[in-house]
């Protein structure tokens, strides 16, 4: 069974930083997506189960940092130079290769950006 947990979230100033944690019940290719307010779930990163690749939605490029520590199953999204549009529930997800769908996710934690 795969069984996800987010933490790190909270309220920040916008241009302030926060880090999330996903730790895992395994190692797993992982992906973070994040649900604004009445909006649809988008992408914000993925990582591959060795690191050796990474993806960025448009958005986080340049602010966002995927990274992992196999040794914990923990992935962690590093979020600089916040705005207020980064503003949603943030949910990591993994999938069992890199073929598959995401169908394993958190519970997702809350990131408040004010101006």
């Known amino acids: 069974q795969v069984h996800l947990v987010e933490s790190g979230g909270g309220l920040v100033q916008a241009g302030g930083s926060l880090r999330l944690s996903c730790v895992a019940s395994?190692?797993?290719?992982i992906g973070w997506f994040r649900q604004a307010p009445g909006k649809e779930r988008r992408f914000v990163a993925s990582?591959?189960?060795?690191?050796?690749?990474?993806v960025y939605s448009d958005p986080g490029k340049g602010r966002f940092t995927i990274s992992r520590d196999n040794t914990k199953n923990t992935v962690y999204l590093q979020m600089n130079n916040l705005k207020t549009e980064d503003t949603g529930v943030y949910y990591c997800?993994?999938?069992?290769?890199?073929?598959?769908?995401?169908?394993?996710w958190g519970q997702g934690t809350q990131v408040t950006v004010s101006s």
């Open positions: 997800a993994a999938r069992l290769t890199s073929t598959q769908p995401y169908n394993y």
């Open positions: 395994g190692v797993y290719d």
């Open positions: 990582i591959s189960e060795s690191a050796g690749r990474k």
